[in-house]
C-alpha cells in the first residue's frame, strides 16, 4: 500500500510540475520592442535598450533568469539607468514572437511602468 501511494504520488507531482510552463533562456536572447523602445538580450546575461529607437543606448546591465522570472540590474554607468544597482523582478512568457513581462517588484519606478506589457521579437 505504501509503494502504491508513492507511485501515485511521483505521478500527480510529475503531472503538476510537466503542465507548468518553462521558457528557456535562449528564447529570451534576441532583440524585443515596444512602441519607441528596443530590449535586446544578450547571451551571456547582458541587456541593452534604446529608449526612443535612435540607436543610441540610453540603459545596459546584466540579467539572469530563474524558471518564468526575470531579474534585471542596470549598470550605474548607462545615462537612463537605474542608480545603486537596484533589481527588478519580473515574470515573462514567451509565446512565439510575443513576449509579455509581469512585474513582480521593482524599486525603480521607470523601469516598473516601462518593462511590463507585451514586447514584440524585432
Same mark, same amino acid.
Given at each position: 500500500?505504501?509503494?502504491?501511494?508513492?507511485?501515485?504520488?511521483?505521478?500527480?507531482?510529475?503531472?503538476?510540475?510537466?503542465?507548468?510552463?518553462?521558457?528557456?533562456?535562449?528564447?529570451?536572447?534576441?532583440?524585443?520592442?515596444?512602441?519607441?523602445?528596443?530590449?535586446?538580450?544578450?547571451?551571456?546575461?547582458?541587456?541593452?535598450?534604446?529608449?526612443?529607437?535612435?540607436?543610441?543606448?540610453?540603459?545596459?546591465?546584466?540579467?539572469?533568469?530563474?524558471?518564468? =522570472? %526575470? @531579474?534585471?540590474?542596470?549598470?550605474?554607468?548607462?545615462? /537612463? +539607468?537605474?542608480?545603486?544597482?537596484?533589481? *527588478?523582478?519580473?515574470?515573462?512568457?514567451?509565446?512565439?514572437? =510575443? %513576449? @509579455?513581462?509581469?512585474?513582480?517588484?521593482?524599486?525603480? /519606478? +521607470?523601469?516598473?511602468?516601462?518593462?511590463? *506589457?507585451?514586447?514584440?521579437?524585432?
Amino acid at each position: 500500500m505504501k509503494i502504491i501511494s508513492v507511485v501515485i504520488l511521483v505521478a500527480v507531482s510529475f503531472t503538476i510540475l510537466s503542465g507548468c510552463p518553462q521558457t528557456d533562456v535562449e528564447d529570451l536572447v534576441g532583440s524585443w520592442t515596444r512602441g519607441t523602445i528596443i530590449m535586446y538580450f544578450l547571451a551571456g546575461g547582458r541587456y541593452e535598450v534604446d529608449i526612443d529607437s535612435d540607436s543610441t543606448l540610453d540603459v545596459w546591465g546584466t540579467y539572469s533568469v530563474w524558471e518564468n =522570472t %526575470l @531579474t534585471i540590474i542596470d549598470d550605474p554607468a548607462s545615462p /537612463s +539607468g537605474c542608480s545603486g544597482g537596484v533589481a *527588478g523582478q519580473y515574470s515573462f512568457n514567451i509565446a512565439g514572437d =510575443t %513576449l @509579455t513581462f509581469g512585474l513582480i517588484s521593482d524599486p525603480c /519606478s +521607470g523601469r516598473a511602468s516601462a518593462t511590463p *506589457g507585451v514586447w514584440l521579437r524585432r
